[in-house]
């Protein structure tokens, strides 16, 4: 109950955000009034996704989610250590553990509601707009969305437990933000130039950036209701037997790992920190 107020509580501090609401306004622009303008002006469909909406929604989960994830969740610690206001919050019963997890689950209803806010509205145009609306695909899309503004709600909140100066955690967010997006080229230049692993180890650790994980997340959900999608890639299979660490579905193992493993670090040095 006590994570639960706490979360309440950073929920509600966090919405009345002016840049949140800057993001939110951003969510509505590429997603609802893209949809309304490709209902109105009869924009070609591409498997029951008008093509503009398809767009948006690419920009959406590969840049807007991903800053408005970092913002939300990047200074929610380390602003409070410098305004004392999180001695304030531990002064109530509530421990250490509890006030981590509770401003984390906060955190990420905040990101949470800036997507739906975008969301709800172009799901319920296409859906009376469009005859043939995809459903499936584009709920899918959001649930990927949601996953990734996931992965960068935790790194930004694990970057403001780590640190503690608010300029540090937002470079060391925006550095992660690079990282994991130009994970595989980085990992190439190390390989070609140590010489590291190759085979399915390779492909394996080139798993873990964002654009494999993303792909993966797509097929797995997508495989729901298209029974003709593989079980991994081309590119991986290359019409043989696939381990199973290389199958679409184990993304979501990766996923915990990006998820997991910064959220500890994190929380490990928020218990050990003089506040």
Known sequence: MSTLTVAKKDYHDAIR?????VLMA???LFLPVVALYDVTSGTSVDDGLPIGTLFSMVFVMTVLAPVTALLVSIKSIVRERRLGTIKFLLAFPYTRGEVYVGKFLGRLAVFATAVLVGYVPAFLILFFGISDFAVGPFVGMLVVILFFGLIFVVVGYAASALTTSETVASVAGFALFFLVYSWQSVFSLLNWWLGLVDGNAETFIHRFGLTAV???IVNAVASIWD????????AVSNGGDVPFYLQHWFAFVVLG???GLPLAL???RFRRAEL
Do not use: C, K, P
């Open 17 to 21: 955000s002016r840049e949140l609401w």
């Open 266 to 268: 994190g929380y490990w």
């Open 26 to 28: 951003l969510f509505v």
């Open 227 to 234: 029974s003709d999608i593989d079980s991994a890639s081309v």
């Open 257 to 259: 790992v990006w998820i």
């Open 214 to 216: 993303s792909e993966d």
